[in-house]
């Protein structure tokens, strides 16, 4: 299996340098919210947003270095990503994060918030105090698209009625907005041209696309202890993912109402999380979610494969193979 490790060699420096502006800027932070900040960055897990900006930047630069520029973008992208999930927690009443408490169960819910909100706040601020004025307007405006797919995934979870097409509109705006974004903006920071810039921005969008169905395939199939939250959480929060989708799409009208009666006691019934979850499984829609999202990762791979062959470019296909073997 291929691993983030072998993934991040062709920009372990450009890492080194994107984690040490992010320790300057956040870590060695002294306001009153100190311990919460550096509690939230001490555990900002894969990094898939600021290793595609730093791996696009690279692979577009002459020199084959990322440079200031995407780092500095790197840190604009993740540190939103950063505050989204705080802000998700919130939201979805989440107790854990990454097998440990999350910022709401340590310190409450309204503290988390505006935990989310400095941060968002300082990285807009070290983003205007930059200069960098074109990565600034391009990244930031993703703020806006997380918020219209947070609002719109509830909407849907309320009325029970998540088509496809309303699932892929939610997954882009919640996840893959800012995996292309961060991918699009990497080739803007080393000067790339509008057409490789938009190479990247669609590469982005794919490996994004797949990564949060990948997220909600392995809801339904991996342990506890792999994902270091609880599994089917998505049922118990009455989201319909693109497994159930998938199953919906083949039963028969009596089989759907049983299915989305089902879903209804999940929140405070765990026979029916258990019943609903064998049914999916066993009525094939991870299968079927899985092909779609190895479909997302075929695009994704081909977008890579119009650079010419170096470990950049391997990194960038390799990448894609990791998020489909992912088990957590």
């Known amino acids: 299996m291929v691993t983030l490790d072998t993934i991040r060699k062709p920009v372990a420096d450009d890492l080194a340098a994107f984690d040490e502006m992010v320790s300057r800027h956040f870590a060695d932070d002294d306001s009153p919210m100190a311990e919460m900040l550096r509690y939230a960055l001490s555990s900002r ?32 992208a993740e540190m939103i990503h950063v505050a989204s999930l705080i802000h998700d927690d919130v939201i979805d009443e989440a107790d854990m ?21 400095y941060i968002l706040a300082r990285t807009i601020s070290i983003g205007m105090s930059s200069a960098q004025y074109d990565l600034v307007q ?3 405006g993703t703020i806006a698209t997380l918020c219209e797919g947070e609002v ?6 309320r009325r029970r009625d998540t088509s496809r097409k309303d699932y892929l509109e939610i997954i882009y705006k919640k996840t ?29 969008e794919a490996l994004g ?10 809801d339904y199939t991996a342990a506890d202890s792999a994902t270091g939250k609880p599994s089917h959480n998505d049922l118990r929060e009455g989201k319909i993912t693109l497994p159930l989708i998938a199953l919906l799409e083949s039963a028969d009208a009596a089989r759907r109402e049983e299915l989305l009666a089902l879903l209804d006691r999940c929140a405070e019934d765990e026979r ?8 999916v499984v066993e ?15 075929n695009r994704a791979a081909a977008l890579a494969a119009d650079y010419e062959p170096s470990p950049l470019r391997d990194a960038l296909v390799n990448l894609c193979a990791y998020v489909g073997q992912r088990d957590r």
Do not use: C
């Not at 309204?110 to 909100?117: F, L, P, S, T, Y």
């Not at 292309?180 to 190479?199: I, N, Q």
């Not at 797949?210 to 392995?218: E, G, N, S, V, Y």
């Open 283 to 297: 009525g094939g829609g991870t299968e079927s979610a899985a092909r779609t999202m190895h479909s997302y990762l």
């Open 97 to 117: 994060r990454r097998g440990r408490q999350s910022l709401n169960a340590r310190w409450q819910s309204k503290n988390a918030v505006i935990a989310g909100d």
């Open 209 to 218: 696309m797949a990564f949060q169905i990948q997220d909600d395939i392995l």
């Open 138 to 140: 391009h990244i930031f």
């Open 176 to 204: 893959a907005a800012l995996i292309s974004v961060s991918a699009s903006a990497g080739a803007m920071a080393s000067g790339a041209s509008r057409e490789k810039v938009d190479t990247m921005r669609r590469y982005g």
């Open 272 to 279: 029916a999380v258990e019943e609903l979850s064998r049914a």
């Open 152 to 157: 719109l995934q509830g909407a849907h979870a």
């Open 45 to 76: 897990g894969k990094g898939i947003r600021p290793l595609v900006v730093l791996l696009s930047a690279a692979i577009n630069s002459p020199s084959g270095r990322a440079g200031k520029r995407a780092s500095l973008a790197a840190m604009l």
